[in-house]
Structure formats: C-alpha cells, structure tokens
C-alpha cells in the first residue's frame, strides 16, 4: 500500500461519538466532558469493538448491540472522492443516504429472511439489524454534485471536488 498518499483528513472523526442510540457524553457543570467519565465512555467504546469482533453484543450500557458496521473504503482522486461502502445481502430499498451540515450519513438494515417451518435453524451466524456510519466530508466537498450507486451488495458514493477550495500542496526541498 502507497501510504505517502494517504490523505490527513480524518473522515471518522464523529461517527464514534454518535452511537445511534441518542446518548450523549457525560457533561460537567462547565460543559466539558469529565475526565473519568471520558476515559470510562472510551474504554465502553473499545470493549464493544473488541466484543464485536467475536460477534458478542455491545458492553455499552443502553445500546442495542451493534454487530453491523460496513466497512468503508474512501479514495482520493484528484478531481472527486470515492467511497465505497460493503453491505452484502442488504437491499437497496433498506439503504438511505443524507447530508447533514458537513456530515455524509449513511444509513440501512439488513433484514433477517422470513422464518418459515420448513426452515429450522441450527445455528445462525449471520448478523441482522440497522447499521448506520457517518462521514465529515472535506472543505473542498462538492455536496450539491453527490452522486450515489448501488451495484452487487457496494454502495459508491462520488462526491466531487471543488479545484479552488482544494489544500494546494507543494514539496519544499531540503538543502544540505
């Protein structure tokens, strides 16, 4: 992987403070997030990640487990940015997608087939459920050019760019 081109922004950096489940961070008299209380939500957040990967449900107090997290490639173009969002046996129908302020949000449910008699199940491994990621989108986002595809179970998001409002990066050498 070319990681020297990897871009800084980080497209991530509210998803983990919005659980979908309408909590919010403890707060002190001052506004500011209590450091214990902080370092305690953290370590809930890590533990339901760990837990997750075992395909445990969630250790957070009042979430509902969240088994289901698409994962999310973003590529950056010099002209657009593509994301790529995996959601395997989810139906196009169940997938919204909605811009909030500088946010890309990106919503769906897989939904569970219909029981039957016929089908008795042995064991089910196979996660169900809502799943919902939310992407802050660069200064220079098109948003009114967003376009969105679904093909064979891969959401693509293009989301063009604006050339003027682009960080211009230029290399300085280094002299001996």
Request: proline share 6%; aromatic share 6%; no cysteine.
């Amino acid at each position: 992987m070319d990681t020297h081109k990897l871009s800084p922004w980080n497209w991530l950096r509210n998803e983990g403070s919005d659980t979908g489940s309408g909590s919010t961070p403890a707060k002190s008299s001052g506004g500011e997030v209590s450091p214990l209380l902080g370092i305690h939500q953290e370590l809930d957040r890590w533990m339901d990640r760990v837990m997750g990967q075992f395909g445990m449900p969630s250790t957070v107090a009042g979430e509902a487990p969240s088994l289901l997290r698409p994962s999310v490639d973003i590529a950056e173009r010099d002209k657009e940015y593509v994301i790529s969002v995996e959601v395997p046996g989810v139906e196009e129908k169940d997938i919204k997608l909605n811009l909030e302020d500088d946010q890309l949000i990106i919503e769906g449910e897989k939904r569970q087939e219909e029981k039957s008699e016929e089908k008795r199940y042995q064991r089910i491994e196979r996660s169900y459920g809502s799943f919902r990621r939310m992407l802050n989108l660069p200064a220079d986002a098109r948003k009114e050019d967003i376009q969105a595809s679904f093909n064979n179970g891969v959401l693509t998001v293009t989301v063009p760019r604006d050339a003027e409002a682009a960080p211009k990066r230029q290399e300085i050498p280094i002299k001996h």
